[in-house]
């Protein structure tokens, strides 16, 4: 069985591992590029958030900007074909060719037929997800001060860590129980991807509840996000600790004649009122240290629901292979 199905997924296998080959080779080379061009002769500390850093900041962002681009579409792209390449053809490749009548007979019974299609190409899939994580992991920090944090950034908090691993297994199974349901290969491809651009943005927009967000008074939120902090809310409190609904422009209007060039003056203008009329201005955020633990909460969650989709293929394959 094992030889069967290198032999019906060598394709698979193949193409994928030439993706990932390339991809490395991509980060690599711009690594690389980026450690002996543009950083030799960089001040002390640069990349990084302080003013002697910006030219170097923009130099990289300008050279890379392509990369930087490609990397964030990897998150949506990478589980997208997995499922429409990896599952999707898994169970309706066998009706539209009719091998099920073969493939399934007593010798080889769907149970065992089933166990070892579906361990094996978890597997597979689960390692290709471990690579895509370790190479963009070590990509990162060379680019740290203009690609967004992993943490606060959906694209690269989906690209590190345990996540694309989640990310991969969730997006095959989604694909095989949509083959199984289906049995065609193009509409369950087409089911397959749909399901996952759904999605992602719930588990993104889900992300923020899973714990309870810190709350802390502060002069601005600059120096949470060049922590890597996930901002999940502002608001201005009375002396009493509570919240104030009318929004601070309302309460502080900007007084005739005062310097009010930028949109960045206008608020602390707004600001320095706000604070003489006693109330402060509290941020409500997730600190960097959480990554890990909203890397597992979601891992949970995708792998948890993947195993519903498993339920579901074993069940309709079955079910219609006794019909």
Known sequence: ML?????????QFLAT????????VVLLASGLEASTQVLQGAPSGCPGPGIGCRDVNLALSERYQLVYQGFGYLPLV????????W?????????ERGTQRLAWTQSVPIRRWLSVKLTALVAAVALGGLLFSAMTSLWL??????????????????????????????????????????????????????????TIPVL???????AEPVRAVASGTDELIRQGALLVGESWVDTAGREVSTPAETMCPVPPGADVSTPERAQQVTAECMA??????????????RFWRFQFAQAGILLGVASVFAVLTVVFTRRRSRS
């Open 78 to 85: 990478g589980p997208a074909l997995i499922g429409a390449f």
């Open 17 to 24: 591992a030439a993706l990932l080959l390339l991809l490395g």
């Open 3 to 11: 030889w069967l199905t290198w032999r019906q997924y060598r394709a």
């Open 141 to 198: 920090p060379i680019f740290e001060e203009v690609v967004p944090t992993s943490f606060a950034s959906p694209g690269t908090f989906n690209a590190t860590g345990v996540a694309p691993t989640a990310w991969w297994v969730f997006a095959f199974l989604v694909g095989t129980a949509a083959s199984a349901v289906l049995r065609r290969t193009l509409p369950a491809m087409a089911v397959t991807v749909a399901v996952i651009a759904v």
């Open 276 to 289: 003489q009329r006693g109330y402060q201005y509290t941020v409500f955020y997730h600190p960097a240290e």
């Open 204 to 210: 993104v927009l889900a992300q923020e509840s899973y």
């Open 87 to 95: 599952g999707a053809p898994l169970i309706a490749r066998e009706y």
